[in-house]
């Protein structure tokens, strides 16, 4: 069952996106369905805002919590459309309740808090992000981040977006060249090739736990199926991102992305890029095992 959930897992955990300070995040990359702008649910974070509000500041004006109800909507698809991939007429409204349970906008907005290091940066920190992030510059950056995830909604919007980067590598566009060294000094194709393929391991841990197979898989054959898949997962990952990114930043001027890059390599900006990439990594670890374990059931043939 491993092999055979390879390939249906093939698109839906690349992680992607680069976003404010670079950021990684997950999509389910939805095939074949557009989701339309009103099926995004704001996301509330009421504890944050009242016990760390400069932080929570930081992170409103980075679009986090927009970025996280986005995530949100495209979860709750991507794992409804699982269904005919691995378990073919057998979930029903059973499969859509326990996956539109797991990714409520809010549920996820707190796994991302629980796992945020509030003391990995200092308050100078926070706010020399905060700062950049609400200058015109950084609003400009984060509006164009979110709008351009909020259109790649839509899988023919990545699609033309992928081939706007080839056709753009193929005519040896500068814009490559200078994204190039923005992805190089965050390490984004890199943290998103190891992101997404310790995603498909908790997926498959999470099969596992769930009872969908007979007989005991060894941690050794799991790490080679998903070891086996990173030149796959690589070249996806290149593509989504960099067609993320000629969209993101298409209003963007090169000072405005050289500012970006400056931040980044500063104190203040490495330290917040690691503690979201962290949280991120840590929401989305969750979220993949218990997806394969709220899987397994049904996987199995057991009454859920």
């Known amino acids: 069952m491993i092999r055979t959930t390879t390939r249906s897992l093939a698109r839906i955990m690349i992680r992607s996106a680069c976003l404010s300070l670079a950021i990684a995040t997950g999509t389910l990359v939805v095939n074949g369905t557009a989701l339309r702008a009103q099926e995004v649910q704001a996301v509330a974070s009421p504890q944050l805002a009242s016990e760390e509000p400069a932080l929570y500041e930081m992170l409103a004006a980075l679009g986090i919590?927009?970025?996280?109800?986005?995530?949100?909507?495209?979860?709750?698809?991507?794992?409804?459309?699982?269904?005919?991939?691995?378990?073919?007429?057998?979930?029903?409204?059973?499969?859509?309740?326990?996956?539109?349970?797991?990714?409520?906008g809010n549920r996820m907005a707190v796994l991302f808090e629980e796992a945020f290091d509030r003391d990995g940066m200092t308050p100078e920190q926070v706010a020399a992000v905060h700062d950049f992030a609400t200058s015109d510059v950084g609003q400009r950056l984060v509006s164009g981040e979110i709008a351009a995830r909020q259109a790649f909604l839509d899988p023919d919007e990545v699609s033309a977006a992928t081939e706007e980067f080839l056709t753009a590598v193929a005519e040896n566009d500068p814009r490559i060249g200078l994204l190039r060294e923005f992805n190089d000094?965050?390490?984004?194709?890199?943290?998103?090739?190891?992101?997404?393929?310790?995603?498909?391991?908790?997926?498959?841990?999470?099969?596992?736990?769930?009872?969908?197979?007979?007989?005991?898989?060894?941690?050794?054959?799991?790490?080679?199926?998903?070891?086996?898949?990173?030149?796959?997962?690589?070249?996806?990952?290149?593509?989504?991102?960099?067609?993320?990114q000629l969209r993101a930043y298409a209003e963007a001027s090169e000072a405005d992305l050289r500012a970006y890059m400056e931040l980044a390599g500063?104190?203040?900006?490495?330290?917040?890029?690691?503690?979201?990439?962290?949280?991120?990594d840590a929401m989305l670890t969750t979220l993949s095992y218990e997806l394969g374990a709220a899987a397994a059931p049904f996987i199995a043939g057991e009454d859920t």
């Open 266 to 280: 500063s104190e203040a900006g490495r330290a917040v890029n690691n503690a979201l990439f962290n949280a991120f």
């Open 185 to 244: 000094i965050n390490g984004l194709v890199e943290r998103n090739v190891i992101g997404a393929l310790n995603l498909r391991l908790a997926f498959y841990r999470g099969l596992i736990d769930g009872g969908a197979f007979d007989n005991e898989v060894p941690e050794g054959l799991m790490l080679s199926e998903v070891w086996s898949q990173e030149a796959e997962v690589r070249e996806m990952t290149i593509e989504w991102l960099y067609g993320y």
């Open 65 to 104: 919590y927009d970025i996280i109800a986005l995530m949100s909507t495209e979860n709750i698809q991507g794992g409804i459309d699982l269904e005919p991939q691995l378990f073919p007429g057998v979930g029903g409204a059973a499969w859509q309740a326990a996956v539109t349970r797991l990714h409520q």
